[in-house]
């Protein structure tokens, strides 16, 4: 859509954003590197697309109505919680929405300010009945109200085939060979590879997973094995590949595997050397698009996703006392 467009609303304003050339990262490979800039969005973040297709999905099945009373519960590491949460607002329906009280004080704040009803829980493994995926549905269940389900509803994935995939395609002018994220959900990466290899078979897939997630594993041999202790949030799973993941199985090349250093070496260097500011997973995203550039040697064009901004983690990636607590670099500019 050209930019001249007026649209509606939060709901309108998600989507297309710039995919930006990655000025460090293409001239160490001589690849093109290049970043989609969903820290962009008006919830701040990916999942503000997750968030927008599930509930269109739920106004499509009769669930809700926009101006009509509706409630929506959802369990999230906080993004997709922002993105339901302002969505809801502009529809005047009420946002339930269930985080582990060890995510990013930030992103909580963000979710009081914003009027979400917050319920914190503490982390617990995905076979716990007490794990905020399970409690959220428990609540949505008791209510009556909708539950987004966003590791399971493929609502998800689906909104980022009809149109990350394609924005994607269409900035790069179809000139694409290869596309890496870190998952979730999954959502991300199954839509859009998806939608890009129904355009061209041989582009290549590649899942970015933390130290410590199983997703790396799942990819390599089929089976989900990781302990999970990555300072990323939002991303990696220990316990099982989501519905959404699963679904786009058949499509995914190979997985690389990125550890917390290298991950805040690229947030730092974005940052410092090119006035990018974004999260955990859009580092290690980066650092897996090199990994996968370096692969197929130079002259290739390697998409990844910018999730979200750093200002949503400032209290544990900028905070020199959190790294070194956990032997991690810390940004030099701030000792
Ligand atoms: N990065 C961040 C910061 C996120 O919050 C999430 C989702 N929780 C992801 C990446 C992963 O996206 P997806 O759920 O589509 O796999």
Redesign the pocket.
Known sequence: MPATSVVDGFWGAVGRTPLIRLKRASEATGCEILGKAEFMNPGG???DR?ALGILQDAVERGLLTPGQPGTIVEG?????GIGIALAANAMGWKSIIVVPHTQAKEKLDYLRMIGADLRLVDPKPFADPGNYVHVSRRLAEEMGAVWAN?FDNLA?AAA?AATTGPEIWEQTGGRVDAFT?????????AGVARALKSRRKNIRIVLADPGGSGLYSWVKTGEVKGEGNSIT???GQAARAPG??ASARELIDDAVQVQDPEMLEQVFDLQMHEGISV????GLNVAAAIRVARDLGPGHTVVT?L??GAA?YQSKLFNPEFLRARGLPTPPWME
């Open positions: 973040s990916v999942k997750a999230t590491a906080g993004n997709t966003q998800n980022h994220c870190a998952c979730g959900t999954g959502g991300t990466l949030e939002g991303i959404n993941l999260g955990g997973s859009a996703m999730c979200d949503r």
